[in-house]
């Protein structure tokens, strides 16, 4: 684990004699579960711990911090680092004992990645995204990085089997801002991977203050993005290459899109009619 993070578990056993009771539960959970700190709000920590505000806030000032965010901040931007795919690349080049078989080492970590998505979906929580995407009256995806390549294909291929789709892209306005105009009967598709992008979650939050609907395809049932969602779909994405592996999140998009397809067949057909027909036309 990274240093800073050591020297701050070091910091909290050398002054564990001097905490109150209260505080020495805080201090055990944050040593036993750092990534669950990381990204738990002060609130979270009150209804889990069963303790007050002011006292996080008293221990985190006792280790040195001016308070509860910025020990949390600091737990989240090492965390982050230690799961950033090129964080994760860099290191491996480091080392000296790295082969040189890429094609086989990307495509074992591939079917891995596919397997253990397969594992971690039930079918229960893929119909029920089955059921969410065709009540929706729209499809808004969104995405950050490589991320932002999967919300598109989600939209292309949503649109081939007769749903109205939208990739939503970040510029003149964020995510945030695109969202505010949706309907109650809207669906959002958010994508959110290491190194997790704040505007995606961002905009996870505003969509689940405001009622609309999100269903989140994502890597850890521990990830910022979970709280704001109405159901998720975790798959692996872990890499040897420096960016995260998309091979599970799109074997998941062409599984919904096919079975959309299936289940509208005659509206499929229709459409695919229709983009045949603008093809040769124009």
Known sequence: MNS???????????KL???????????NYLIENPEIFALSSIRDLETTLGTSK??????????????FQELKGEFLNTMR????????????????DVTGDMLG??????????????????????????????????IYSMGMAISSHLAETTAYLFSRVSL??????????NFSEQIINMGKNDLIIAYSFPPYSEPTIK?????????????????????????????ILQVSVESVTMSNSIMA????????ASQIGLDFKQKTIKTIDSIDHVRKEH
């Not at 990645?113 to 229960?124: K, R, V």
């Open 203 to 231: 905009a996870a939050q505003y969509a689940k203050e405001n009622d609309l609907k999100v269903i989140s395809i994502t890597d850890k049932p521990t990830s910022q993005i979970v709280q704001y969602s109405d159901l």
């Open 81 to 96: 680092k230690e799961l950033d795919p090129i964080h994760r690349f860099k290191s491996r080049l480091s080392h000296n």
């Open 249 to 256: 999140p799109l074997v998941l998009i062409y599984a919904l």
């Open 54 to 67: 002011t006292t996080i806030v008293r221990l985190a000032q006792t280790l040195g911090y001016t308070g």
């Open 164 to 173: 109205k789709s939208h990739a939503l892209t970040y510029g003149a306005l």
């Open 105 to 138: 080492q990307v495509a074992e970590q591939a079917l891995k990645n596919i397997n253990l998505s397969l594992d971690f979906i039930n079918q229960a929580d893929f119909d029920r995204a089955l059921d969410m995407i065709k009540k929706a009256s729209y």
């Open 17 to 27: 004699p001097k905490l109150t009771s209260s505080q020495k539960m805080i201090a």
């Open 4 to 14: 800073h993070i050591v020297d701050i578990k070091e910091r909290i056993k050398h």
